[in-house]
């Protein structure tokens, strides 16, 4: 058995990071402001040169962007415009605002704390106005800084065993994440962050790469090493997430290199000092990859999950149609989105909801989902508030594209227990959570199969999120009390974990 498939290590993981009242109160955790890490990585003797800031208008819809993507095998290559595109509405800073602390640069998607612990990096061979090279994005300058020059794109293909979408790829992303960035705040449960606040980037970069004609694939079996090597990270510090091949050409046909040289590249410390919480290192390095034989037996086909008929009453979706869908681009509702920080107490509608769940499960394209269209989370729901839809807790049955009634009731109080005593869940018109039965899903992908499950999740609340403000309304993301979430759902919900939670509604304007 290879390390990946000792399971404990996982559900080892995941109950030592439960919230519940108890471990909230019993947490003497304060925030260090004064030990604030930065929130750039910072290359101190490298230039970055600047990308363009033109956006083109793809005009594409949001609503259609999310639901769709573009077939694998389209040829397509990004050009320096689209990439600048692709980064500036995934990572770039959209909007900065000052505190008395100082200055907060929010980014285009959503991040736990607004710490924003993902940084991107680029792997491309010769396209048309970038030479081939492996690039970090600059957030802060809007630009890349080079590393290597040369096409290492091989190595990737190496590292994926053979993955097709790898293999073909003009140019692909590689997402990392930096622990002590959130564990400043979040300490332990920082590892099921890096899921979730990579997932909601990556829905803001699918639906981009949608809207400009690009294949995008996730890839999330790849030899962990490898990849930390060819970036050159520190991985104590900082390690791989995720891949994300864009675009499509010819077969990538040159030898990987059978060493990598490190770069010895001098970065800024995040901080005067870092703590270290090995819980978060232990389920990193029990879900990693050591070769390209355990990758490929990685890959491949998703546990399937069917749910017997409903047993309860029903309500079928009911999605705005073509003509009534808006039609806000893509570019436009990234740019208005934001977490909303207050909720009206007001309803939305029985339609806007369905347009969201429809629109925002549609499939997400990703190794670990084969094939397309599969899911590991299922989405459980406390309405309060849409028109057509009685007050109380729902299942919802994506297959059968109907909501199954599991519990009448006004709930308010209850959900705003559940979010972590929070108001936003309590006032919002309706809380979507998301759980998983984690057994079949480790039992196939052992401990990456975290990785995988959370990191869908994020992607699915990222879409949630792009699909509330394709219609004007207001969405939060939001942590929450595991245990009582699955037992507010049980029976239907037994034997599930909780995995992430996502709050939609009418947001009340700040007042400012
Ligand atoms: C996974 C996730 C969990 C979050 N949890 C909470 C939460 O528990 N409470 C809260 O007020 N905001 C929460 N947020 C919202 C973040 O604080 C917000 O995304 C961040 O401050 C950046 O601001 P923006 O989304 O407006 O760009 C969460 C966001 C994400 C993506």
Redesign the pocket.
Known sequence: MTENHDIEATLKYHNATKHSYASVRANPHFLDFANQPLPFKIYPTLEPSRLPDEMRQTGVAALSAIAQSVPAETDASPDLKAIAQLLYLSAGITRQRKYSGGEIY??AA?????LYEVELYLVCGELSDLPAGVYHFAPAEFGLRKLRAGDYRSLLVEATSGEPAIAHAPLTIVCTCTYWRNAWKYQDRTYR?FG??NG?LLANLLAVATALGLPAKVVCGFVDDRVNSLLDVDSRREVAFSLVALGHGSAISSQPPAEISPLGLETVPLSRHEVDYPLMREMHAASSLHSTEEVAAWRGRTPLMSFPPPAGPVSQLQPLSDDEMPRDAVEQVILR???SRKFARTPITLPQLSTILDRGTRGVPADFLDPLGTQLNHLYLIVHAVEGLEPGAYFFDRDRKLLEYLKRGDSRDVAGYL??E?Q?PADAAVDIFFLADLRPILQRFGNRGYRAVQLEA?IL?GKCYLAAYAQRLGA????FYDDDVTRFFSPHAEGKSAI?LVALGNSVKRQS
């Open positions: 929010f980014r959503a991040c736990t704390g607004a962050h979730w606040d909601t989105r934001g977490s979010g972590l929070q936003l994020g609340g939060t993301g939001l942590t992430f």
